[in-house]
């Protein structure tokens, strides 16, 4: 019985790779050479490939979409797109604190207030523009306050300590 279930299990895991995969193609690379375009700037190419191929693949396809299963619903599109920005965040916010060597205030100013952060390299004007799209879903829409905060307090305490482990090496 329990070799069915495992063998039900991976097939819904690929099924949603699947998906994901198709919107990468979709959406992703499209917008990815579109922020390259506006801002004047290129990921690296080790990037595009995380961005790529694990965190834009991944968050969405294994973490967001096994919670909305727990709820018995399936990712909306919208929903999906939120989660993939994320994956472009990952990496991008490496780069907020090695490359453009952010303070914690800016960091939290980039987090919180996008609207009011002075963008003046490409990782920040991508940050900027991704976290002015996610800021006002994460809010409104998709999750409540106490869960947001917790997720966006997470995902920079995760970026800071990456960088400080960074500064360490």
Known sequence: MNFFR???????VYKEI????QFN?????PYLDELEKKYNGK????????ILKYYGL???SFLCSSYKRL?????TDEERKRATLFGILTPVGDDLFDIDKLD???IQQITFHPEIFNATTFSSNVAKQIQSILLPCFFCVAINWSIATKLLALIVFITMQKSSLSFKA
Do not use: M
Request: zero cysteines; charged letters at 25%.
């Open 6 to 12: 495992y063998i039900n299990i991976a097939n819904k």
């Open 18 to 21: 699947k998906v994901q995969k």
């Open 58 to 60: 991944f968050i969405t």
């Open 71 to 75: 709820y018995g619903k399936s990712l």
């Open 25 to 29: 193609r979709t959406f992703l690379i």
């Open 43 to 50: 990921f690296q190419p080790e990037q595009r490939v995380k």
């Open 104 to 106: 914690s205030g800016s």
